[in-house]
């Protein structure tokens, strides 16, 4: 017997209506529901990333986390062009799991000392946890609109996600090529 509210809602919920439009299904609506989550995820992702690079001991880190904020500004805006393709209200709607990476990221830098490597080690941490998050949303909304008929969407969500599999590339670079080794060494 089913008690929670989403198998409630599915068992009195059609699987697809009559006029036969794919908006009008449940999966349509939870893929929205989704969008609107990494929306809200991305826009405050924007608004840390300036503290994450002022935090950094490393040029490159700080660089590379300056370079990622644009990027991020981009993707609010793929995002923005994906919702009115779909004729829906660009909407966030508070993202648990970004929230959480995002005051891990907090966390790391009140814990660990100033214009240090281990600090920057922990950064990169947070950064490509966040990171794993992004690639994983993306890729499942990819898969998702493609399943719903709608290339035009998969297609920026896949320029979106392509973007941040490079973000994780550089930060594990940066972290390869000098900083955990100076971080073992402090």
């Known amino acids: 017997m089913a008690t929670t509210k989403t198998a409630a809602k599915a068992t009195t919920k059609k699987a697809a209506p009559k006029t036969g439009k794919i908006e009008d299904t449940e999966f349509h609506e939870f893929f929205v529901d989704e969008l609107k989550d990494i929306y809200w995820a ?28 644009g990027e991020t500004e981009q993707h609010i805006a793929t995002l923005e062009e994906v919702f009115s393709l779909l004729d829906e209200k660009a909407v966030a709607k508070k993202c648990d799991a970004m929230a959480g990476l995002l005051e891990e990221a907090n966390s790391i830098i009140s814990d660990t000392d100033k214009d240090t490597m281990i600090r920057d080690a922990g950064l990169i941490l947070a950064a490509q946890k966040v990171e794993h998050y992004e690639i994983a949303t993306y890729g499942t909304l990819r898969v998702f609109a493609q399943n719903l008929g709608r290339d035009d969407v998969a297609d920026l969500l896949s320029q979106t996600l392509e973007n941040e599999k490079a973000t994780d590339v550089a930060l594990t670079e940066i972290a390869v090529n000098a900083v955990n080794a100076e971080a073992a060494a402090e």
Not at 48 to 61: G, R
């Open 42 to 69: 991305e826009k405050h992702l924007a608004k840390a990333l300036p503290k994450l690079k002022k935090a950094a001991t490393s040029p490159e880190l700080a660089a590379a986390f300056d370079k990622h904020t």
